[in-house]
């Protein structure tokens, strides 16, 4: 069985189930994030009332834990939502959750970004196609896994600049740039995808558009934030001035 939370909730068994019920979702989604660790019955209530549970709180959560339970038993898993010490345990593998399968590939991927770049993009394609859209949209307003789906997003983003950083190390610049820029516009306060456009651009000829990038970025965040770009970026820049030949150097990892 597998739990998969990177896009609309789902249990996958012999077939797919869909997750019903905002509350179950909620639930199964804290526990498959926690996997192999006891969430409280206090984290679980707080995550699905805040501050406002209902009088009937205990009674309510029972109620939905036994739902869940009924869901993993459908999906061939009984027994693995078990109870424990005035909280709840999901019994799985770690890798029967898609956010640990993803965590681990590109966790790989980002160690071989300098000295084995096709092994690092072979690692961070396989963890980054393990996303099927938006991130425990459908879980509701807890703050648990609002913070979770901050986390994850951020993690995604990392793992897109480790995987240009890798292809740039291939030589795949030109494409590579085209990718990044869709990328920056996406996020266009994220200093390492406009410091690897740039990077890209230059090395695919392109210095003038490289200088710019910098320029909308200094520009955005002097007018958004009252901030000046952050010393890698600015480093990045005054090389691509001065035509460093270090700028054909291999990457780090994000």
């Not at 990177?6 to 996997?35: D, H, M, Q, Y």
């Not at 090395?203 to 710019?212: G, H, P």
């Not at 958004?224 to 820049?237: E, V």
Request: proline share 5%; glycine share 6%; with cysteine.
């Amino acid at each position: 069985m597998e739990i998969a939370v990177l896009g609309p909730l789902t249990v996958i068994g012999k077939r797919r189930l869909p997750v019903g019920g905002t509350k179950v979702r909620a639930l199964l989604a804290l526990l498959a994030l926690n996997v192999g660790s006891v969430v409280s019955c206090q984290d679980l209530a707080d995550e699905l009332w805040d501050d406002h549970p209902p009088r009937t709180a205990k009674n309510t959560l029972q109620a939905h834990i036994a739902r869940l339970r009924r869901l993993l038993d459908d999906a061939g898993r009984p027994g693995a939502l078990q109870t424990v010490n005035q909280g709840y345990l999901l019994d799985l593998s770690p890798d029967a959750i898609d956010a640990e399968r993803f965590h681990r590939l590109a966790s790989l991927g980002a160690k071989h970004v300098a000295d084995d770049p096709q092994a690092a993009v072979e690692s961070l394609e396989q963890a980054l196609r393990l996303w099927r859209g938006p991130v425990l949209l459908d879980a509701g307003p807890g703050a648990r896994c609002r913070s979770a789906a901050l986390w994850l997003n951020d993690s995604r983003i990392a793992a897109h600049e480790n995987l240009m950083a890798a292809r740039l190390a291939l030589g795949e610049e030109r494409a590579v740039a085209s990718e990044l820029d869709r990328l920056a516009a996406q996020h266009p306060l994220r200093e390492g995808l406009q410091d690897l456009l740039m990077l890209a651009l230059y090395r695919a000829d392109r210095q003038a558009d490289a200088i710019e990038v910098f320029h909308r970025l200094r520009q955005r965040l002097r007018d958004d934030l009252g901030l000046q770009p952050g010393l890698q970026i600015q480093r990045r820049y005054r090389a691509i001035l001065d035509q460093d030949p270090a700028l054909a150097q291999p990457l780090r990892a994000a």
